[in-house]
């Protein structure tokens, strides 16, 4: 059964780029950038793949013409990951290549944990290339994350700090939220001391809060690292953190596969549901 988009659109900014321009544009006049994601992942079809590269470098080019501040977002099993690693490669070098000619920068999500080894490996070959161009994404849950940051930290990687999304078994990641905070903070000190420009995301006070206390207390200044939140939520904190001088930058998904991001935005928090059913009722 496919959902109308009427149901996404809380949390999908539209079905297609001309959809989402005037979000962008709404975001930037506000000062805060945009990472957009063009959504899709698990794709098992060379040729869906190879559209998804196109896509991507069409929104590149987008980006440039339409005078956005906005970088992308992708996921690599969007590139092919599921049919081969070193297509998907490929792939993610070709669309760096068109990131660099038109000083984009591309970040690489991350999937469930079945992919972050690949995903680091794949991260660390594009970095060896791209430098500064190309970042990750590392989740707080996982028990690995702790040495993938020391270890990605002493290449000055590009980071995004964020608690993880996929649900994973207690072998692979931590469940408890009070132990997935501590372990956000603690790899969130690394990155202050050793990267040049940490990005955190998060919506949780508590995270928020702690970024903003240590920050202060290191005389670390506000144009030393990242706020990041998705679109459709929180969007009166990340206009006030941007007012107070913070760097802020939302994460905007659009595009027609949006139902494996909204279901789940859906099952993260029992509110998103609410704010889904409210939205049906807005004009
Ligand atoms: C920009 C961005 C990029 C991301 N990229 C990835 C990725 O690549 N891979 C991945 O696995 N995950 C990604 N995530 C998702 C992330 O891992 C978490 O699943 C998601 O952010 C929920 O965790 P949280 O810390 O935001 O808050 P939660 O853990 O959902 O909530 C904790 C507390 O925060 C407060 N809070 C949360 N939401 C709200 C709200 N809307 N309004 C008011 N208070 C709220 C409440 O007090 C709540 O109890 C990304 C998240 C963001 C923001």
Redesign the pocket.
Known sequence: MKLPFIFAKRFVAGETLSQTLPVIRNFNSKGIRV?LDLLGENVRDKRVADQTLTDYQDLIKGIVDGGLRSSI?IKLTMMGLDIDKSYCRDNLFSLLETARSNDTFVRI???GSRYTNDTVTLFSDAQAVYGSQVGI?L?SYLHRTKSDVENLSLKNADI?L?????SEPPQIALQK?KDIRAAYIESGKVLLQKTSYPRF???????INWVKAYTADENIGKNRFEF???YG??QDTCEQLAADGYNV?V?VPYGTMWMPYFT?RLK??K??IFFVLSNLFKK
């Not at 964020?162 to 996929?166: D, E, N, R, S, T």
């Not at 995301?201 to 995270?207: E, G, K, R, V």
Request: hydrophobic share 30%; proline share 0%.
């Open positions: 990472s977002s999500d991350m999937e994404v989740q995004r964020c608690k993880g999304a996929y939220m995301a998060s919506h949780d006070d508590a995270l990041q939140m998705l939520l929180r930058r994460y789940r993260e928090r509110e998103n």
